[in-house]
C-alpha cells in the first residue's frame, strides 16, 4: 500500500532564516506531487506540483520554491522566510498522469515565523 | 464568483441529526467532484467522490447537481466523531481538453453535540 512522509510536523522559524520541509512516498512510482499551504481560516492553496523528476509547476509567485530531486521526494524550500509564510504546509500525491483525481495527504507541517 | 463556495458554518447539531451541506462551484465544465474531510490541525482525508448518479457510504450521501452547478453531503444520524470540517473539491476544466489541479473550497464546519 501506498504511503506518504512528511517532516517535520512543528517548527518555528525565526523571519529571515531558511526553510527545508520534505515528502517522501512509498509504494507507488511516479506519483504526482504536490505542496498546498493552509493558512488561518482560509482555504488549501496549491503551491508547487510535479509531475516528474525535476518538472516543478509553481502556482503562485511566492518566495518558497521546491525540488523534486528524486521520484518518490519532493521538497519545499526558502532562503528567507517571510512573517506571511506561516502557515499549514501539506504535502499530497495522486495517481501518476491524472491531475483532477483524488489526492492523498501527508500529516501536514505547522509552521511559525516569528 | 469564486471557483468554489461553501458556507462555512458551523454547524451545531445534536447527536442523531440529520444534516446537509451545499457547495457551488463556477467552471460549468467540472469533471471531477469530492468531498475531503478535516480534523482540527490535521491532514484532509477523502471521504467520498461525487458521481452525476449520487452515491451513498453508510449514513453519508453525496449528490451531483450539475445543472445548478452545486454538490451536496448528507450526513444521517449524526455522530460525536463526526464533528470536523468537510471541504469541498472540485476539478474545473481549464482549456485545451485537460482539466486542472483540484480546487479546495474553504471548508464547512460541523459541531456534533451530546
Known amino acids: 500500500s501506498q504511503t506518504i512522509h512528511q517532516w517535520p510536523a512543528t517548527l518555528v522559524q525565526p523571519v529571515g532564516s531558511p526553510l527545508s520541509l520534505e515528502c517522501t512516498v512509498e509504494?507507488?512510482?511516479?506519483?504526482?506531487l504536490y505542496w498546498y499551504r493552509q493558512a488561518a481560516g482560509r482555504g488549501l492553496q496549491l503551491l508547487f506540483y510535479?509531475?516528474?523528476?525535476?518538472?516543478i509547476s509553481s502556482e503562485v509567485p511566492q518566495n518558497l520554491s521546491a525540488s523534486r530531486p528524486q521520484d518518490r521526494q519532493f521538497i519545499l524550500s526558502s532562503k528567507k522566510l517571510l512573517l506571511s509564510d506561516s502557515g499549514f504546509y501539506l504535502c499530497a500525491w495522486s495517481t501518476p498522469g491524472r491531475t483532477n483525481e483524488k489526492l492523498f495527504f501527508g500529516s501536514g507541517t505547522q509552521l511559525s515565523v516569528l | 464568483r469564486k471557483e468554489v463556495e461553501q458556507d462555512p458554518g458551523p454547524f451545531n447539531v445534536p447527536e442523531g441529526a440529520t444534516v446537509a451541506f451545499n457547495c457551488t462551484y463556477s467552471n460549468s465544465a467540472s469533471q471531477s467532484f469530492f468531498w475531503y474531510r478535516q480534523d482540527c490541525r490535521k491532514e484532509p482525508k477523502l471521504l467520498m467522490s461525487?458521481?452525476?448518479s449520487g452515491n451513498e457510504d453508510g449514513r453519508f450521501t453525496a449528490q451531483l447537481n450539475r445543472a445548478s452547478q452545486y454538490i451536496s453531503l448528507l450526513i444521517r444520524d449524526s455522530k460525536l466523531s463526526d464533528s470536523a470540517t468537510y471541504l469541498c473539491v472540485v476539478s474545473p476544466y481549464r482549456g485545451g481538453g485537460s482539466q486542472g489541479n483540484l480546487i479546495f473550497g474553504k471548508g464547512t464546519k460541523l459541531s456534533v453535540k451530546p
Open positions: 510535479s509531475v516528474g523528476i525535476g518538472q
Open positions: 461525487v458521481y452525476s
Open positions: 509504494g507507488t512510482s511516479n506519483p504526482n
